[in-house]
Every structure is written in C-alpha cells, then in structure tokens.
C-alpha cells in the first residue's frame, strides 16, 4: 500500500493489492534508471556539510595536447567541475587554476580571478583545447613558479594540491619538476585515463599511491570524484580549524597540534553568526586536537575561535563559521504493508537518537474505537492484529523524544476481504488450441473476476466477468506450449488474492496436462 503524507496529516491512499510489490520495485527501477540517464554526477542526497572550512591553492594540470581527442577533453571539464563543485572559493578559503599541457604551458586563469563557484564553473566550461605536443614536464616547472608566484595569485603559507589528469603519455622527462614540486610540499593526485606507466605514475604521485593515484576509463570518472574530493579535503583541511560530523545539533571541531600539555592550553569561543552576544566559551588542554560542541540550533551558523594559549610560543588564532544541519523529524513518512483480513504491518522512517519511543494509534472509519500500541525507538515497525475485514483503518504513529516534545503522521489503512481468493481453479479440454477454465466462488461481496492468460506464444489476454458466472474459453493455445492462467476476485476496496495455474498443451491429440504454481 502507498500513502502520501503531509506535516499537518494529511494523507491520500491506495489500498494494497498483490501485486502491489512488483509495481513498487517497478517503478523503483524506473526512478533509478532516469536518475542516471540524466547524469552521472548526479548530486548526493539529503543535506551536505559545508566545505568552508578549508583553505588552499588547488591547481589542475590538464592534459590539452592532441593526444586527447575532444569528447575526452569535454568529460574531463565535467569531471574537474564536480570535484570542486561544494568548495567554498575566496581569498580565506579555496583558490583554484588550470595549467594547460601542450607544446608550451599556459595557464588558463590566476588562482584569485574566479571566486564563486558560478563564475569558476562558467570559466572551467570555456576553457579550449590547444593541442600541440603532451610536454609534461615543461608544464610542471612551470606549474613550480606559478605555485608560488604573487603575480599568479597565489598565497603563502596555504597548502598546495596539485591534480595532474593524463592519458598516461608525455614526451618529455617528468621525474625531476614533479619531485621539485613534492619537495616544496606540494601534495600530487594524478588521475590516469589511458594506459599510464604504473611505476612511472606510482612515484610521480604522493605517497601512498593507493591514496593519490588513480587509474580509470574518462567516463568513469565520476566514480573517484568523492573519494578524491576527500583525499583533497584531508590536505587543505588538515592546517586549520576546521568541522566534521555535523548534525543539526553538534558538531566536532578539529585542529593542527600547536600545543602539548605542557606548553599551554586553548580557548574555544563560538556563537550564532546573527547573536555575537550569546558566546560561550570552552577550555581544553594543550594535550588535545579535538572538541564536540552539542545542544546547538539547527540550521544555524556559527562563528568559531580557537586561541592557542602558550607559555613558549604565540599562535595566532584560528576563525571558522559552521553551519549545522536542519532538524530531522519523525516520523516523516509511514508505510503500510503486508496487508490481510486481519492484521496489516505499519512502518516508518526516519528512526533518531532523540525519540525514546513511538506510540501507534488505530481505529476503524468511521467509528470512535481507538486502541494504543507502544513501540520503543529504536524499533521503526510493528504489526496491527486483531482487526476487522474489508474495513479501513486510521492510523497515527506519534514520536516521543527526549525533550518530552511529540510528533505525529497520519495515514489510512485497509483490510482485506475475508477468503479473498478463488478455489480450485480446474480445467477442461473443448478441442484443438481451446480449453476451458473454471472455478469455485471466493467470499465475500465480489464484484466480478479478471481471469488472465500469458500464453507461451502469442498475445496475452485479460477477460473480465461477472460474479455469477465462473468459468471462461480459452482459445489459441499453441500445441506444445505451456501457458499461465490466473484468476482473480475484484472488490470494492481492492483486488483479492489471485489464482494460477500452468497449464500445459501436448503437442499431440492426448489433450492438456495442469500443475499448480503459487
């Protein structure tokens, strides 16, 4: 069964029927299918914890020469988009160029020209192919001096990442710039697209290589694209104050170890962005690198300071602003399911730390007969017995959390018809190609029957009848052809449970043959 469900509960309801699953994994598999058919890198689910809490110059060494082709070129621009995609750009956070590969190197735009994330992904869709010779070597020194270059817009003191995507081809030496650049501390992920020298490319990249090397077909890059946005996260993050295992009500600081236990102590300060005068302020010793700040608001942004406090050296303070998650209610959504006669399984989702226990009212429409079950929260279903046939239920799940507050949904339920479901479905030979099927009543207050035929050849067929009559002709049944015949009750509220057999014809004049499939 389906419901659809709203926070001031209301509801809108289909009533199971058997087949009910098949659809429901049917249109699951549709969903999926569109959703990849309209794009790869298609964006992660549910709300993301914002990247503005790092900094650093990430510079890309495109391969731009004619040993690409253009399609190759084209998904290579996609791919480096998505990567950078949830950064935070400006002059405290994330820079980013691109140095083309070719004859002689170029670079396409300066670290500090493009610094939101529209006009960076505008430039990163006009930049050209220039062809020309793959001189890899030649763009890494060249890479070597705009890393560093003022004029480049480049900034001291941040770490450097460097991510060089090739075809695996150069045609000059490769060894010395790259290990010039890893010696001044810049951090090198190489992305492979072709058939790369893996001892080449394995000492050319960072250590280890398993973490910054990696081998793939262009149009798989979307595959690597978070696992190397993390490795790139580590880096960049990894000098400053910075957040992780952000919820909508708490989140981790971390930070560089500036101090020990014996040289001094830190000094946390933090406060809602739009409320400065309600700072609170934590201590910890020198010893630690870490801190969890609960009881916050959610979907609110904070201003956080770090202050070293130490006895032999000054460091300076670390600033950063946190924005956490917004608040996640239950129950958001119910499901009701596996439903019989007599009983049918609610569901609901999502399940939280913060609710201690749900409490599920039902009762039949109309009527004001309402019974109580109590689930505890850590469970997210359970299943109603004891009910009435063909009858329609109201149910309300109700979350009690911590906080003493509750939260309810609403949605509607059916039962199923008592026997709903025919019997002994039997059949009879009426000549060549024709059989005819017939059965005994099913209970209740039936509409009529829908008998179907999927024959092994041939067209499948449907027929419908009504409630007095039980017995249908089947023609064009190919000799030696084993065919499904399925017959099912109709209902005011919902299908009842169908019937089938396969039915087998001999392909000689000694009839049919019938054995039952469930």
Request: with cysteine; glycine share 6%; aromatic share 8%.
């Amino acid at each position: 069964m389906t419901v659809e469900v709203s926070r001031d509960f209301g509801f809108k309801v289909v009533c199971p029927g058997p087949d009910f699953a098949m659809l429901a994994k049917a249109v699951l598999s549709l969903g999926l299918w569109l959703q990849f058919a309209a794009g790869q890198n298609t964006p992660e689910r549910g709300p993301q914890p914002s990247t503005s809490n790092s900094e650093g110059d990430l510079l890309f060494l495109l391969d731009s020469s004619g040993s690409v082709s253009y399609y190759e070129f084209s998904r290579v621009k996609e791919f480096m988009w998505d990567l950078v995609q949830p950064f935070t750009f400006g002059p405290r956070d994330v820079q980013t160029s691109i140095i083309h590969i070719s004859t002689t190197p170029t670079m396409e735009f300066p670290f500090d020209r493009y610094l939101s994330s529209g006009t960076l992904q505008q430039a990163i869709r006009n930049t050209q192919q220039l062809m020309g010779d793959t001189n890899t070597g030649k763009a890494l020194s060249y890479a070597k001096e705009k890393f560093f270059s003022d004029e480049a817009g480049a900034r001291p003191d941040v770490p450097k990442v460097l991510v060089w995507v090739t075809d695996g081809f150069s045609t000059d030496d490769i060894s010395e710039p790259m290990q010039l650049l890893k010696d001044m501390g810049v951090t090198v992920f190489i992305v492979s697209t072709g058939r790369g020298n893996y001892l080449e490319l394995s000492a050319a990249a960072s250590q280890p290589p398993e973490k910054h090397l990696h081998f793939v077909d262009v149009d798989d890059l979307p595959i690597i694209t978070k696992e190397l946005r993390d490795a790139i996260l580590d880096v960049i993050q990894a000098n400053r104050l910075h957040a992780v295992d952000i919820t909508s009500s708490s989140f981790r600081l971390m930070w560089p170890k500036l101090l020990s236990q014996e040289t001094g102590y830190y000094t946390l300060e933090y406060a809602p962005l739009d409320d400065l005068a309600r700072k609170r302020t934590k201590q910890v010793s020198g010893a630690h690198t870490s801190l969890m700040l609960s009881n916050l608001a959610p979907e609110t942004t904070y201003e956080v300071a770090l202050i070293p406090e130490s006895n032999v050296h000054y460091f300076p303070p670390q600033t950063t602003r946190v924005t956490t998650l917004p608040e996640e209610t239950s129950p958001a959504q119910v499901l009701i399911s596996e439903s019989g006669p007599y009983s049918f399984h609610v569901s609901w989702a999502p399940t939280l730390d913060s609710v201690i226990g749900y409490q599920i009212l039902y009762g039949p429409l109309p009527g004001n007969s309402v019974k109580l079950l109590e689930v505890d929260g850590e469970h997210n279903s359970t299943v109603v017995e004891n009910l009435a046939p063909n009858t329609t239920y109201l149910v309300t799940v109700t979350a009690v959390y911590k906080s003493g507050k509750e939260k309810s949904l609403s949605a509607k339920a059916c039962t199923q018809e008592e026997g709903s479901k025919v019997r002994h479905l039997r059949f009879e030979d009426m000549g060549p190609n024709t059989l005819k099927a017939s059965w005994d009543s099913a209970d209740g207050k039936v509409l009529g029957y829908r008998v179907r035929c999927r024959r092994q050849t041939g067209p499948s067929s449907v027929i419908s009848v009504s409630p007095q009559i039980r017995s249908v002709v089947l023609t064009d049944l190919a000799s030696g052809t084993t065919n499904k015949v399925c017959v099912k009750p109709m209902y005011k509220n919902q299908p009842g449970k169908r019937l089938c057999r396969m039915v087998h014809m001999q392909p000689d004049a000694q009839g049919y043959k019938h054995r039952q499939r469930a």
